[in-house]
């Protein structure tokens, strides 16, 4: 179970952390970026046209200046950095210098783009609304920050930063101006006396400011820039995990145990214990499965059942020839037998041969409708017609009963999807039946109801008792032979209609008849498979 468990786990959460999970290299992350930077670069592709038409028409040690001046009319950060700023990035470093658009995808998002040739490239910070706010919630703390240390000497800063520090979540950190490892666009801010802050890859951003000596620095470091971390983002999709695969194995528990159970009992079933089934809840998944199984496995155990009681009939059956042949065989050898009896003895050997042809006959043609139904015998055919020519034959052979068929008027020109060999020896079969018990009178009706086709044949003989109707479709069942007048058989007729019935997906049933007799009935349902 831990294995299938397990192999659908990682089908289920594999993609799905991989997708969800806060790095820069899942899809929705490339995506977003790549969206990001094409809207960006649509937006400000005509502006750095403008800042470089500009620029090209000053002497490059102008530039600088010039892009100060200008940085005061952008509502956004504008600045002008040398190449040499990204050697330590050698894939933004070819872009750039390539002059292709790059887009840095932090928190106030910046747009870069080479001057032509130059070593310079201008950066333009597209995400003001997150750089205007980080200004503003830290302006006055690093204000209140600045008035403490001017009001100390600055023998005491340190021991003012201890004080400060328990005051504060993040880390306060004193460093001389140049220990600080900032860009230089922004070591120039702080000179200015600007506030200055950069944020890394972690979601932290650090804030620098200069103290009243101008040559020493406090840092804070580690704030977070958003209000949910990578951690917390992480924590939550964990969380999801483990209960969505909590779920998923109580889900596959109860399932994994029930095909457990059910190929305990196939393996069992197949081992040749035929009358095991499977106990499967009915809100279980594979409840129509093991419904199937036991379906199928109650159809194998009656074949089993019905070959085992077919061979012991076949071989009772095989007796009494057998027994015939041999004692007239006897007989015939005996030089005490008269010639005249001999001779009544080769007719015993030949109705004994004819016994068993008809046995074999019969046994074959009922093993063929035992087996499936072979679907390339079923065409559209004439039923009415065909009923109708069998019923004159029988006629002529029978003059002395009166043969009656009724066919619903629908019926009389309707073709019927049927395989017609099969169905015409069932009706032949009854028909022969009610022929050879009836006193005067067979009556056949042809008619269509609600649930299907049906056709009926009734006699007027002595009719069989309700206790007997089931045995009658048993092959080898004679019932009655002698209180109905029959001259016997081997009773496969009505086995081999029952067999064809199935084979259209319909039954044969036995009733009293109103003529005084038995009346049988075969139905079938209006539509049959075609595949």
């Given amino acids: 179970m831990f294995k299938a468990f397990a192999g659908l786990w990682i089908v289920v959460f594999l993609p799905l952390f991989f997708l969800l999970s806060p790095t820069p290299y899942t899809p929705i992350v490339i995506f977003n970026e790549y969206a990001e930077k094409t809207r960006y670069v649509e937006t400000y592709k005509g502006t750095f046209y403008l800042i470089f038409k500009r620029l090209k028409s000053l002497e490059q040690s102008l530039w600088q200046k010039d892009i100060d001046r200008l940085s005061k009319k952008f509502g956004y950060g504008l ?45 333009i910070n597209v995400n003001s609304a997150e750089t205007e706010h980080i200004y503003r919630s830290s302006k006055g703390t690093l204000y209140l920050l600045q008035q403490e240390f001017s009001l100390e000497d600055k023998e005491l800063w340190l021991q003012k ?22 860009a230089l666009t922004l070591k120039d801010k702080l000179q200015k006396n600007d506030i200055v802050w950069e944020s890394n890859k972690n979601g932290f951003t650090n804030f620098y400011f200069l103290l009243p000596n101008k040559s020493q ?88 059942s019905s070959q085992k009681q077919l061979t012991r009939a076949i071989a009772h059956d095989l007796r009494t020839p057998l027994y015939r042949m041999r004692f007239s ?22 109705k004994s041969i004819d016994d068993l042809d008809q046995l074999i006959n019969q046994t074959l043609i009922l093993s063929r409708y035992t087996s499936s139904a072979d679907l390339t015998n079923f065409a559209m055919t004439p039923l009415a017609k065909t009923i109708q020519y069998e019923v004159d034959c029988f006629s002529l052979e029978r003059s002395d009963i009166s043969i009656e068929l009724e066919v619903d008027t629908p019926l009389l020109e309707q073709s019927i999807y049927i395989d017609k060999r099969a169905m015409i020896r069932a009706i032949n079969n009854l028909i022969a039946n009610a022929s050879r018990y009836a006193t005067s009178k067979v009556s056949i009706h042809f008619y269509q109801d609600e649930l299907g086709y049906a056709i009926s044949v009734e006699d007027d003989g002595c009719g069989i008792p309700s206790s007997e109707w089931e045995k009658v479709f048993t092959p080898f069942a ?54």
Avoid at 231 to 239: D, G, N, P, S, W
């Fill in 478 to 531: 004679q019932i009655g032979n002698e209180q109905r007048g029959g001259n016997g058989g081997h009773g496969l007729g009505l086995a081999i209609v029952k067999q064809i019935m199935q084979w259209h997906n319909g039954e044969v049933n036995l009733s009293d008849s109103s003529l005084g007799g038995a009346k049988l009935i075969l139905s079938w349902p209006l539509s049959q498979t075609r595949d």
């Fill in 79 to 123: 600045t002008l950095t040398h190449l040499d700023q990204w050697k330590g990035n050698s894939k933004t470093y070819d872009a750039i210098e390539k002059g292709e658009y790059v887009y840095i995808n932090n928190e106030t998002g910046i747009l870069i783009k080479r001057i032509d040739d130059a070593p310079w490239f201008v950066s």
């Fill in 161 to 182: 930063l201890d004080e400060l520090q328990n005051r504060f979540s993040f880390t306060l950190s004193l460093l001389d101006v140049g220990e600080v490892d900032i």
């Fill in 217 to 304: 620095v406090i840092k804070a470091e580690e704030i977070p820039s958003n209000s949910i971390s990578p951690l917390i983002v992480l924590i939550i999709l964990l969380t999801f995990i483990v209960i969505i695969s909590v779920a998923m194995f109580l889900w596959v528990s109860p399932l994994w145990k029930d095909i457990s159970k059910l190929n305990r009992i196939a393996t069992k079933f197949g081992d040749g214990a035929l009358d095991e089934r499977a106990q499967i809840n009915e809100k279980s998944t594979v409840f129509n499965l093991a419904a199937s199984f036991n379906k199928m496995a109650d159809k194998i155990e009656g074949l089993f």
């Fill in 329 to 350: 065989f006897e007989m015939i050898k005996s030089d005490d037998t008269p010639a005249e009896e001999k001779s009544t003895y080769f007719d015993a050997i030949d």
